[in-house]
């Protein structure tokens, strides 16, 4: 595909439920970011991915929530025991190569509803 | 304080208005500096990157102030379909490269 692309777009969870988030980035991208997105927020970085290494996960809000990039290509953002505030767009991004000048390219999200 | 601020907005211009948005940062050490445009209930997209002598695409010019920290963006002749939230990323190197994106600045164009 051309793009970054997440599934589901849209999950509604009971508290209490795990729910797994998928990110497809585009072909070749080294660089993958997690990021949640509250209401009227912008986005807030949780976890990064060089290949398969999670070199950065000092903004996962708990330790309820876990990523894992295996392969270096699809990644998969899980949140065990979803809670209210979980509740946001979990937007996923990815780029060429790691430096501090590259475009991101966004997916399109994953809306969650936790009731 | 928050490590990027923006004005929320909403602003609120008419069509050809000419608009401006701020954004100030708290680390002097952040090397990269975006403007992301965000629709609603779609993802952020680049505008476009800006760079320390200022830069221009077309009606939109983005200029950044080191010195005192902010990055701006100006919109001429604002047309219907700018109407976005216009967000405003830093980067900066700590171990990895970090990421750090405003709230956005809400405006809408109106006819």
């Known amino acids: 595909g051309a793009g970054v692309s997440q599934s589901p777009r849209y999950k509604v969870a009971k508290r209490g439920q795990d729910v797994a988030l998928r990110c497809d980035p585009i072909?070749?991208?080294?660089?993958l970011f997690w990021y949640q997105q509250a209401l009227g927020q912008g986005p807030e970085f949780l976890t990064y991915f060089q290949n398969e290494a999670q070199l950065d996960k000092s903004g996962l809000p708990s330790d309820r929530f876990f990523a894992e990039r295996p392969e270096g290509s699809v990644s998969t953002l899980k949140i065990q025991r979803t809670q209210q505030e979980d509740s946001a767009v979990y937007l996923c991004a990815s780029s060429l190569v790691e430096s501090s000048y590259n475009e991101q390219f966004f997916g399109p999200g994953t809306r969650l509803t936790v009731l | 304080r928050k490590e990027v601020e923006q004005d929320p907005g909403p602003f609120n211009v008419p069509e050809g208005a000419t608009v401006a948005f701020n954004c100030t940062y708290s680390n002097s050490a952040s090397q990269s500096f975006f403007w992301y445009r965000q629709d609603c209930r779609k993802e952020p997209k680049l505008l476009m990157s800006?760079?320390?002598s200022g830069n221009e695409d077309g009606r939109f010019t983005a200029q950044l102030n080191r010195a005192s920290q902010y990055i701006s963006l100006l919109i001429r002749d604002s047309k219907l379909s700018d109407s976005a939230t216009y967000l405003c990323?830093?980067?900066?190197?700590?171990?990895?490269?970090?990421?750090?994106f405003g709230t956005g600045t809400r405006l809408k164009v109106l006819a």
């Open positions: 800006v760079y320390s």
């Open positions: 072909s070749g991208h080294v660089s």
């Open positions: 990323v830093v980067n900066w190197r700590s171990g990895t490269y970090k990421y750090i």
